[in-house]
């Protein structure tokens, strides 16, 4: 089983940057995929970027793509999610994900089965 624990989020103005990480516990993190998501009030959760355990594929959601990257250092059981050019649209709860077989293609939250808490974003104008 893993726990995720996300960290990083704030208040920060429109074209800025943040970088979200989402520490793990486990020792079998590197087995897992990694993913991002958010939720903004009156939303869904969305998906925004995911990555295999061997950082070999990396999938983004379109409205992301660009101005986000997301990356993990095994050794410190971490995942990290470093978003610049941040637009107010961006803001939401942004929750990390973790899944023993889920893809990079896997965009619908209910295929990953382990989650953090979430930690906010808010983009001003």
């Known amino acids: 089983q893993v726990q995720l624990v996300e960290s990083g989020g704030g208040l920060v103005q429109a074209g800025g940057s943040l970088r979200l990480s989402c520490a793990a516990s486990?020792?079998?993190?590197?087995?897992?995929?990694m993913g991002w998501f958010r939720q903004a009030p009156g939303k869904e959760r969305e998906f925004v970027a995911a990555?295999?355990?061997?950082?070999?594929?990396?999938n983004y959601a379109d409205s992301v793509k660009g101005r986000f990257t997301i990356s993990r250092d095994n050794a410190k059981l971490t995942v990290y999610l470093q978003m610049n050019i941040l637009k107010p649209e961006d803001t939401a709860v942004y929750y990390c994900?973790?899944?023993?077989?889920?893809?990079?293609?896997?965009?619908?939250?209910?295929?990953?089965?382990?989650w953090g808490q979430g930690t906010q974003v808010t983009v001003s104008a």
């Open positions: 994900a973790a899944d023993p077989t889920a893809s990079t293609r896997s965009t619908s939250s209910d295929q990953w089965k382990y």
């Open positions: 990555i295999t355990w061997t950082s070999v594929v990396i």
């Open positions: 486990g020792r079998a993190f590197s087995t897992y995929n």
